[in-house]
């Protein structure tokens, strides 16, 4: 009995040990998961797997933020000062209204753009930026912001005048005409341009001086001749031709992908035309501009692109912007604007003569700002009246309540952009034409609107040049800044002497603005004019875009007149740009 007991007992304790060993491993299992698990990093994605066909899965865009607390977007009934109803999104407490709607209720702008692979929303205040002033102003300097300005390519320009070489404007009628201060503008911004940009790429395609210079790169079909001749008035050599009109002409293949501003020598004997061919973005034939002795303006047929440059009886160098004349030609309208279109130049093939007469020096170049300022230089010159003005012969209606200008009104932005022009033309050549006519400009500063002038005075008391001599006067602010950086120039370029007068229509055009500055300020931008105060009406508030340029003027101002008042607001006015405000009571 003993002995059973005892192997009863052993066999129960090798039982028992197996079971505490099962469990001891069982547990330590367990346990040892649980920690790989916990501190383990998390195995990454696998990756997409290829489809049946074999091509690749497209990477997904990433996933949107998960929505924060489970709250959902409801529609909601948004009435709007109790007029108006729209449809809002709620979030919670939170109403979002249409950016559509907010976009005209408070004039401001905004749109979704990509950044980084993202789409993300940008909104503004405003639409137009703010020049940065690099240095004191000068007149032999950039004039003020111009060298961004591209005059030509405006709808409201017709076109570039083949005889006089500048804009022809549609701003205000759609038959076309000259206005000073458009020109002067065209003029100044290539000037400012060619300060800015660097020197453009300039290809010689055919000069008869170079010794080495064949005709026979040109064709010359039978019945035609071209010859190397010496010029007793250029004291050069020239290439003479002669091309009847029942003839295909002479051409010199030109190859030009890359520039477009084209440039030429030219008299002719007879009638006759300097032609063009381009090959463009836009299907089928090519198109072709022909320069033709004429002085039709502008006209369109087909692909044929005509414009009229006068006889040219004596030397004269033709500079013609293809793409530009290219582009007013196929947009050319009945209406005030131009036509936009797409078409664009890809090659300049080749250019044709007909008629008799003579060429050289002929090139293709990346810009030709020089060729444009000095346009605009002697347009100005030649145009100017005895009063020393340039009158615009059309009329202007300003608004309800000011009577319209007629046809020979004077303006005080021309006048000081004009002498803006005249003066750098001056520096730079030293001729005295142009300095004199720059002088007689200030002319109709010194006389009343109703005489003919441009001078009005407000409360009696300051004086102010009218860019519209309007009755009653309409004090208008941008163009009156204008005139005097014109009388600026003017008088630091003259000196003492000469330069007295405008010196003094200056000093008194300051005095006025500094004490009436503060009355074109509406606490979250700034006006055009002071028709509410002169007629009764409401205010004329100034687009961004003007509220960019009478800052711009008053930072021009501020770098050579240290008057507190000209800092302290451009640094308010540039605060509207960004939704500040004044303070209210």
């Not at 299992?29 to 074999?54: H, I, Q, V, Y």
């Not at 702008?109 to 004191?136: C, L, T």
């Not at 030509?152 to 549609?170: A, H, N, Y």
């Not at 979250?524 to 003027?553: E, K």
Request: charged fraction near 20%; aromatic fraction near 12%; charge should be positive.
């Amino acid at each position: 009995m003993r002995c059973l007991a005892a192997r009863v007992h052993y066999k129960t304790l090798i039982v028992i040990c197996a079971l505490l060993t099962l469990v001891t491993v069982v547990l330590w299992n367990k346990c040892t998961n649980e920690k790989a698990l916990r501190f383990l990093p998390r195995a990454p994605l696998p990756p997409p797997s290829a489809r049946a066909d074999g091509l690749q899965q497209q990477p997904q865009p990433p996933e949107p933020p998960p929505v924060v607390g489970g709250v959902r977007y409801e529609e909601i009934d948004c009435l709007i000062n109790d007029d108006v109803k729209i449809k809002g999104l709620r979030e919670g407490s939170e109403v979002y209204l249409p950016f559509s709607w907010m976009e005209k209720y408070f004039e401001v702008y905004g749109k979704v753009v990509q950044y980084d692979g993202y789409d993300r929303f940008e909104f503004s205040h405003s639409y137009s930026k703010v020049y940065a002033q690099r240095e004191p102003y000068s007149p032999t300097g950039v004039f003020m912001s111009f060298e961004g300005y591209n005059v030509e390519v405006r709808d409201r320009v017709k076109c570039i005048s083949g005889v006089e070489g500048v804009p022809l404007s549609t701003q205000w009628g759609p038959q076309g005409y000259f206005y000073a201060i458009q020109i002067a503008q065209y003029g100044l911004s290539h000037y400012s341009k060619n300060l800015t940009e660097r020197a453009p790429h300039v290809e010689l395609y055919d000069t008869a001086e170079e010794r080495d210079s064949r005709p026979s790169t040109w064709s010359v079909p039978r019945g035609c001749s071209l010859t190397r001749t010496y010029d007793k008035t250029r004291s050069s050599s020239v290439r003479q031709f002669s091309s009847p009109d029942n003839t295909e002409g002479i051409s010199l293949p030109l190859g030009n992908t890359k520039d477009f501003i084209i440039s030429f020598d030219l008299k002719f004997t007879s009638n006759g035309s300097v032609s063009v061919v381009l090959e463009t973005t836009e299907k089928g034939p090519p198109f072709i501009i022909h320069y033709v002795t004429s002085t039709q303006l502008i006209a369109f047929k087909d692909r044929d692109i005509t414009y009229g440059i006068g006889p040219r009886t004596t030397w004269t160098t033709v500079t013609r912007d293809l793409l530009t004349d290219l582009r007013k030609g196929i947009g050319l309208s009945n209406t005030k604007a131009v036509k936009a279109t797409k078409t664009m130049p890809r090659r300049v093939v080749k250019l044709v003569l007909r008629g008799r007469g003579a060429i050289d020096n002929i090139t293709i170049s990346t810009t030709s700002h020089m060729a444009a300022f000095f346009a605009a230089s002697d347009w100005l010159v030649r145009n100017q009246d005895e009063r020393g003005g340039w009158p615009i012969m059309v009329t202007r209606k300003l608004g309800e309540g000011f009577r319209p200008l007629e046809p020979g009104w004077y303006s005080a932005m021309a006048q000081g952009q004009a002498m803006s022009t005249l003066v750098r033309a001056y520096l730079l050549t030293k001729d005295e034409t142009y300095l004199k006519s720059a002088l007689k400009a200030t002319g109709p500063y010194k006389l009343p609107s109703e005489q003919h002038g441009v001078k009005a005075v407000f409360m009696n008391k300051y004086e102010w040049y009218e860019e519209y001599p309007t009755t009653p006067s309409s004090f208008v602010l941008n163009g009156f800044i204008y005139s005097l950086i014109g009388l600026y120039d003017l008088a630091q370029t003259v000196g003492d002497r000469d330069g007295r007068e405008a010196a003094q229509l200056y000093s008194k055009g300051m005095e006025s603005l500094k004490a009436m500055v503060p009355l074109y300020d509406t606490g979250s931008g700034t006006i055009y004019d002071l028709r509410h105060f002169m007629l009764g009406t409401a205010p004329n508030l100034a687009r961004w875009d003007y509220h960019t340029t009478h800052i711009n003027q008053l930072q021009l101002l501020a770098s050579i007149d240290n008057a507190p008042i000209f800092r302290d607001f451009v640094k308010r006015w540039k605060s509207y740009l960004k939704g500040g405000r004044a303070k209210h009571n």
